[in-house]
């Protein structure tokens, strides 16, 4: 076992995503186990929005994001979870944290929401949307 959670909680350190995350990836198994937890929570919570609005995309961002095993917890929860309809064509993607992204991606989504897009402005928002880490279809 490596018992850097453990350790680092006993030490004064704080709870926090950065250590969870840091932790599972450094393969601390206590680590490993509240990331699986979180996955799955978050999982549950976007299965509700993938049922009720049928996005086309999902985008996980933030620290936790990262960790290991994370985005497969909560893909697996929507497998569980969602209508196999519902996921036919939905695409994911890891986006690490950043706010600049974060409020384009608000603003184009309430953009085309309220007057559409034209095919220039569609190629437009598919440049910005900067997608790192792995990208496929559920």
């Known amino acids: 076992r490596f018992p850097l959670l453990r350790r680092e909680l006993e030490a004064g350190t704080p709870l926090s995503v950065e250590l969870l995350a840091r932790g599972a990836a450094l393969g601390d198994p206590d680590a490993a186990e509240e990331v699986r937890q979180v996955s799955r929570c978050v999982g549950e919570a976007v299965s509700t929005a993938v049922t009720l609005l049928n996005p086309e995309k999902l985008i996980l961002s933030g620290e936790i994001g990262a960790a290991p095993g994370f985005a497969e917890g909560v893909l697996s ?56 880490g792995p990208v496929g279809i559920i």
């Open 77 to 132: 929860e929507l497998r569980d979870r969602c209508f196999p309809e519902a996921l036919k064509m939905l695409r994911y993607a890891y986006q690490p944290q950043d706010n600049w992204f974060d409020a384009r991606a608000a603003a184009a989504l309430a953009y085309e929401r309220c007057f559409g897009l034209s095919p220039a402005e569609r190629k437009e928002l598919n440049r910005w949307e900067p997608l790192a």
